[in-house]
């Protein structure tokens, strides 16, 4: 079933085009990550897939009563605030101690609730911020760089966890990260997004595209044109 | 009862420590205490206006401290840097003001009195004023917590939440604004900014979450305000600087404790 789709969304910020043309879709049940240098119009895709931004052109389609479960990037506490994770939980809407409970359960940190959040560490805070959109029953995580700042053995257990949690909440994931290797074994299939999609595909396609490797600058800009539009490699391009 | 002017000066201070306590603690978290500044110095401008229109101070100081507060809001976050457009906007409009009053009052009138307030001289109007204002900053901020604490913890998560940071930016700009106003008599413009800012700084080390700690400064507010009046009674000092003078010493106090429990913990 189809959670999410764009259709020929384009937005600017300013006047930059910051996406343009771009075509995607969400199940439910599968993980899909886009991937993407600085700047690549990344978290400006999920912004306009919430709504916080509008689309210059094309149009994003929800499944009817779809819940979200949004992960912003780069959340900063401020430490004169002082907040336990059990009311950072609660912020915003009622929730039963059970269900909190229950929650940091769900993301293996079940004896945080009565720690304040700034003493927390970086996987810590990103467990909890995971807690947070779940506790809204999502149908659909969009999670911004949920693993950002983490140690590499840090990510790949985070992204382990977002696997977990698809499993067992049947829900779709639409996350964004800068880093492919680590992400692959955690995604069923990859969007390489620049501005525009320039290639999507199954992880393994993907990283051995010219197309994605061109966008890390790790091939030359000739070896493109060979490799477009072959379909062994399992990764189509938009262009 | 209200006979009595150290009653009434009693009651105008709990009024105004009970509304700053919880509004100062948005001023520390949000780091706006130069905004909280801007707005009380604009309240000299508007003494002035109410001078040489001949109108009550408090609806003068009310327009200035709100056209200050939502112009400084308003241009935040548009190019100029934040601290020096405050610097400008807060020490100029004192200068003007006090300019201003000098021009606009045909008699010598008591500028330090709208500098550091006259809490002696509260009437039973004043208090009338004090308490209306207090009330509604107060019951502003309970009305809109649980948005104010989310868009002050994070924007992001707050427009995640379907709240306008904006909006609620706008609601913490205005209650600042009331509070000047309504206060200016019992504290005065110069040292309005420290009522909000001190006892929500006493209230942190000891304070879990943030509605303790909302809680917590409003007590020592209050407390301020009851100790402060009893100094400047028994060794006959100004009123509204001691009262200020025992919130840094129950900071000093709450800072060190603080300090002592981190390191036994």
Redesign the interface.
Known sequence: MRLIAAHGLSVRLGAQLALHDIDLAVERGEIVTVVGPNGSGKTTLLRALVGAVAPAAGRVEQAPGLRIGYVPQRLHLDSTLPITVARFLRLGARRRNGSIARALEETGVPELAKRQMTALSGGQFQRVLLARALLAEPDLLLLDEPAQGLDHPGMAALYRLVGAVRDRQGCGVLMVSHDLHVVMGATDRVIALNGVIWCEGPPVAVSSAAEYRMLFGEAEPGALAFNRHTPEDGCSTTS | MLDDFLTRACLAGIGVALAAGPLGCFV????IAYFGDATAHAAILGVAISLAFSMSTVIGVLAAAVAMAVAVSTLSGRGLAMDTLLGVASHGSLAVGLVAVAVASPRAIDVEAYLFGEILAVTRGDLAVIWGGAAAVLGLVVWRW??L??A???P??A???G?SPEREQLVLTIAIAVLVAVSIKVVGALLITAMLIIPAAAA?PF????E??AAAAALIAVASVFAGLAASWRWDTPTGPSIVTLAVLFFAVSCSLGALRRKAG
């Open positions: 520390v978290w949000r780091r649980p948005a604490l989310t002050t913890l994070s992001e998560l427009r995640g939440g709240i942190r304070s879990g979450t943030p303790r700690m």
